[in-house]
């Protein structure tokens, strides 16, 4: 049984359903599995360096329709129109850089002592992504831009609410040259993907998503010996040790937590700060969040929020807010849910929060800033690492030795000092503990869906 609705767009600010696409159909799933297979024999012979052009075209693609590109995800799930547009370019860092670094780091290395000896970095196969809403097309651009390098096929299986930019990166697959079967976007159910999932021509599947996603994919990958890469939430540490100006270290602090309005994986959802600038800090976080309006339609100044995804994610994170003030936690500003049915959620900030609270270990994927007084580098790290989330985490100080030492006591996959995130198409990304495992983007995210095959010639 499917589930519904169907693949939609919904606008966020209005609850409006303005377009809808049905499911494929288990025979439309069945082409795409063989078009991938049939399309790998030819993909995989072709040089290394013909594939890296393709790719190269890709990424001029993305910043030629970046403008269009970025009306598609404002429309489909709110996202602010300058960080749509940046989103849709930063596309083109990641596909360059696959398209530049890709023949390098896929050459064949020599294992030291052993003349005889090389390791080939091979592709494997027609492989599936699962992704997510949050970013339609940089989470697409870290998967599919070093898998194609290699020389896999790949299918995509967007977001229900995606459509329309899943589309449109189909067509820009298109229009670069990469070959019919190479790249194919299909309008899965969860049912169909299981079964893509289980069918021996599937090589591999990486999923961006939430935990629970991430579960079920895993198992269902493990089952039929699948190699699988997660990136699932988190709860992201940003720890501030000292700072010799609150007012900056606030208007960074708020910033990070309202990109995307919040619902980014490694946003800083847990603010941990030193009790010698603690109430200023918090004080500085109420006065941003309080100026902060609902953004109207075709704005995008820096004192507006957008809506969140869909009015029932904003409902959810309502509920993890409740709970925390019913049981003692303070709500200093915001965290109320506009009229209508659309997802505007004023911007929040909370304090007070203890470990009988939902907010105190679930992720809060919204424009919520839970701040946390500690008064040692220890308990700092102590409370950094209570949750069972590992994604990035970020300590700050003037003294960067200070900040160095407790950054290095992070359970994380990620782990900054004075910057929120170390960010880049060159720079890896992925966690650890129930944040997922393996790894997209650098040279690591390269590593993943290849056949690193030893070849041995007796001499």
């Given at each position: ?74 429309k489909e799930m709110g996202k602010r129109p300058a960080q749509a547009q940046g989103e849709a370019e930063f596309c083109t860092a990641i596909f360059d850089y696959y398209a530049d670094n890709g023949p390098a780091l896929l050459a064949d290395r020599p294992l030291p002592g052993h003349d005889a000896a090389r390791v080939e970095y091979l592709p494997v196969g027609a492989v599936l ?331």
């Open positions: 049984m499917t589930q519904t609705p169907p693949y939609q767009v919904t606008d966020p600010a209005t609850g409006e359903v303005t377009e809808t696409f049905p499911y494929a159909t288990d025979a439309e799933v069945e082409q795409a599995l063989s078009a991938a297979t049939e399309a790998f024999a030819a993909w995989k012979r072709r040089p290394v360096a013909e594939r890296a052009a393709i790719v190269k075209r890709v990424a001029e693609l993305f910043t030629e329709r970046a403008a269009d590109l970025a009306a598609l995800i404002t992504g699962v992704m997510p809403w949050n970013y339609p097309y940089y989470q697409v651009a870290r998967f599919a831009a070093p898998a194609l390098v290699v020389g896999n096929t790949v299918i995509v299986k967007h977001a229900e609410n995606c459509p329309t930019s899943a589309l449109a990166i189909a067509q820009i697959m298109k229009d670069a040259g990469v070959p019919e079967g190479v790249y194919t976007n299909i309008f899965a159910t969860h049912e169909q993907v299981a079964d893509m999932i289980a069918d021996p021509r599937l090589r591999g599947v990486s999923l961006t998503g939430s935990e629970r996603a991430g579960t079920v994919v895993a198992a269902q990958a493990g089952r039929n010996l699948k190699k699988v890469v997660l990136e699932l939430g988190g709860s992201d540490p940003y720890i501030i040790l000292d700072t010799p100006d609150v007012e900056d270290a606030a208007e960074t602090a708020w910033g990070t937590r309202m990109e995307n309005v919040g619902q980014a994986c490694n946003s800083n959802k847990r603010m941990i700060v030193m009790d010698s600038v603690y109430d200023d800090f918090v004080a500085a976080l109420v006065k941003r969040a309080a100026s902060m309006t609902p953004r109207p339609a075709g704005d995008d100044s820096d004192d507006t929020y957008s809506p969140m995804v869909s009015r029932k994610a904003a409902e959810n994170l309502l509920a993890q807010v409740q709970d925390a003030v019913s049981k003692g936690a303070t709500l200093h500003v915001g965290g109320t849910l506009g009229g209508g049915n659309g997802a505007y959620f004023a911007p929040a900030v909370l304090t007070g929060v203890t470990p009988d609270m939902r907010a105190y270990k679930e992720e809060l994927f919204g424009p919520v800033a839970v701040v946390y007084k500690v008064s040692s580098d220890d308990e700092a790290v102590n409370l950094a690492n209570v949750v069972d989330f590992g994604l990035g985490g970020a300590v700050w100080s003037a003294d960067e030795d200070r900040a160095t030492r407790v950054a290095e006591q992070l359970e994380v996959g990620m782990a900054n000092v004075n910057t929120p995130a170390g960010e880049g198409a060159d720079l890896p990304f992925g966690g650890t503990k129930r944040s997922g495992f393996g790894r997209e983007l650098g040279p690591l995210g390269i590593d993943e869906f290849v056949n690193k095959r030893l070849f041995y010639v007796q001499k």
